[in-house]
């Protein structure tokens, strides 16, 4: 089955313990992404990933690392959590634009509260 | 640069309404434009997309045409469905970029 995995799905942590979301595909997908997704703010994008090696920031990177060793994995690095990390994320996949299938796979979404 | 903007909600509707969210664009070049739709505690799905100018796109009743013109791509369902209640994002990825860039989303709710 085509899916997007995260791990954890709900995390509870302190300000400054460092934590690793990881996100998997088997689908193949060159393009990997992370979202967080905030009330009234839609989803905004965290890094994305063209292909193995090759990453880039998104809209709001700042306060968070990636990166992209295998294909099908792109963990989420928060080194120093702070509060307003607090929120939902997504990891999402797909093939690059020009493909046979232009679309965004998601994962379930990871809930993350930072006190 | 690049981005969407799509009507607020909440949009409350009786079921077998007709449905339509606003989204409106501005990009450089020729975007592909998606319509997602999030039901309660899931990721996103994709539910429609159009790739170039006078394009529609369609699934599940719903609609959307590209229309470079007025750089919209409005949602449009004719008869709606409680199950049709979830946020709907409108997205857009750029011809040239491989970000894809998503508005702020309408929640949608369908009484019986």
């Known amino acids: 089955e085509a899916q997007v995995t995260q791990n954890p799905r709900y995390l509870i942590t302190v300000t400054g313990k460092k934590l690793t979301v990881t996100c998997s595909q088997n689908m193949n997908h060159e393009y990997m992404s992370w979202y967080r997704q905030d009330p009234g703010l839609g989803l905004r994008q965290i890094y994305y990933?063209?292909?193995?090696?090759?990453?880039d920031k998104g809209d709001v990177p700042e306060g968070y690392k990636v990166s992209r060793k295998e294909k099908r994995n792109f963990p989420l690095i928060l080194e120093s959590p702070s509060p307003n990390q607090t929120s939902l994320y997504f990891c999402?996949?797909?093939?690059?634009?020009?493909?046979?299938?232009?679309?965004?796979?998601f994962g379930p979404g990871t809930r993350l509260l930072v006190l | 640069g690049n981005s969407v903007t799509q009507m607020e909600g909440p949009v409350t509707l009786s079921e077998e309404a007709f449905l339509t969210i606003n989204c409106t664009y501005t990009a450089t070049g020729y975007p592909s434009l998606f319509w997602y739709v999030q039901y309660p505690g899931e990721g996103l799905q994709l539910l429609l997309k159009?790739?170039?100018?006078?394009d529609k796109g369609s699934n599940k009743g719903f609609e959307a045409t590209y229309r470079k013109e007025t750089t919209s791509f409005h949602l449009e369902k004719g008869s709606v469905q409680v199950s049709d209640s979830a946020v709907y994002f409108c997205a857009l990825r750029g011809s040239s970029a491989s970000k894809i860039i998503f508005g702020s989303g309408t929640r949608l709710s369908i009484r019986p």
């Open positions: 999402a996949s797909s093939f690059l634009a020009g493909g046979p299938v232009e679309t965004q796979y």
């Open positions: 990933s063209m292909n193995v090696e090759v990453t």
């Open positions: 159009a790739t170039k100018a006078d």
